[in-house]
């Protein structure tokens, strides 16, 4: 009985670490961040590079399958919510020329000609389409900033695997710069195998540390970890590693949907 109490004692301080969280370690969250923002789902990439947007974001929205009216809504929640955590301008156009960002729902027999619209040939994503339930593309200049992007979403589809609201909340997410996902960074939703819908409180770090004006556009992953702990003193001292749990909440879907 002592030694078992004894172990329950150790494993609550293991677990606790003084009150911190495992992504509110330093060292995780930058091991993260490099999982996440430099390597790269479905493309080999020998020297992969930081990339975000430099320009306010312009969304076209367009839908052809189910409720158009709650597919903005929930769009656009999530969009002011990302702009919130990352300091971006993200707002919508009704003109495609303006934009810069194309979201569309659609059904999942109408999937491949939405991608031969917006993408391109469908072939040449096969193994995205074949395994991914939405998609999600973006192009950089040769400064490795963002200037374009595409989400398709087959609306049924995606209902009859659970996840509607995950395509939404996570394929813009990614087409701000965190394109890969790993099941080895938690909790977030860039892990397959997790359950977490709403962004998390490691992803709304990941976000802020995206945007740190100590990093730049076309940074490699020597000099992103070398300029990495200057993010986390910035984020030390705004309290957002510690208050993140709290702060991701502000604006977001979750909150939004009393979830």
């Known amino acids: 009985m002592i030694r078992y109490s004894l172990f329950l004692f150790a494993f609550f301080i293991a677990s606790c670490s003084f009150g911190q969280a495992r992504w509110q370690d330093d060292a995780y969250l930058q091991e993260s ?6 390597e790269r789902e479905y493309k080999e990439t020998k020297h992969p590079k930081l990339i975000r947007w430099n320009t306010p974001i312009k969304l076209f929205f367009e839908s052809d399958g189910g409720d158009a009216s709650l597919q903005k809504e929930l769009l656009s929640v999530h969009a002011q919510h990302l702009a919130h955590i990352t300091g971006l301008s993200i707002d919508f156009t009704k003109e495609p020329k303006d934009a810069n960002i194309f979201v569309i729902f659609t059904t999942y027999d109408n999937l491949e000609n939405k991608v031969r619209q917006y993408i391109g040939d469908p072939e040449k994503i096969r193994a995205a389409l074949d395994e991914a339930i939405c998609l999600g593309n973006f192009r950089h200049n040769k400064q490795y900033e963002i200037t374009r992007g595409s989400i398709i979403i087959p609306v049924d589809h995606a209902r009859r695997k659970a996840r509607f609201l995950d395509c939404i909340i996570e394929e813009i997410t990614q087409l701000l710069g965190l394109p890969n996902d790993s099941n080895e ?37 020597q000099q992103t970890r070398a300029a990495f702990p200057g993010v986390l003193t910035d984020l030390h001292a705004n309290q957002d590693i510690e208050n993140a749990a709290q702060r991701v909440q502000k604006y977001s879907l979750k909150t939004h949907l009393g979830d």
């Open 33 to 38: 961040f490099i999982k996440i923002a430099l």
């Open 185 to 221: 960074v938690f909790p977030s939703i860039f892990n397959d195998v997790s359950i977490d819908t709403y962004l998390s409180p490691l992803d709304y770090l990941l976000l802020k540390a995206l945007y740190s004006p100590r990093l730049t556009p076309g940074m490699n992953v």
